[in-house]
Nanobody, 115 residues
């Protein structure tokens, strides 16, 4: 069973920045891709950012230009750098890793953007 351990959430003021990390319990080379999703109260979980094949990235339109997804294969860790945070970014953020026939999730980390 794969474990994904997230860290980096918290309370931040509008315009601030946060950096999340997601550490996998095995080599991230074993996954087709990894990414970050978020779920705000009363809303469906949505994709925020994803990296596949180690080089291909995609971002939700709502966060383009403000976030960057990256990975460190030596640490089996994926990062999400979020800048210029807005109140509408408030949500629980989940790390995801997927391979053929399986998808894995982290426990989620709360992000609250508020003054």
């Amino acid at each position: 069973q794969v474990q994904l351990v997230e860290s980096g959430g918290g309370l931040v003021q509008p315009g601030g920045s946060l950096r999340f990390s997601c550490a996998a319990s095995r080599s991230i080379f074993s996954f087709i891709g990894m990414g970050w999703y978020r779920q705000a109260p009363g809303k469906q979980r949505e994709l925020v950012a994803q990296i596949t094949g180690g080089i291909s990235t995609r971002y939700a339109d709502s966060v383009k230009g403000r976030i960057t997804i990256s990975r460190d294969t030596a640490k089996n860790t994926v990062y999400l750098q979020m800048n210029s945070l807005k109140p509408e970014d408030t949500a629980v953020y989940y790390c995801n890793a997927f391979q053929s026939g399986a998808s894995y999730w982290g426990q989620g980390t709360q992000v609250t953007v508020s003054s």
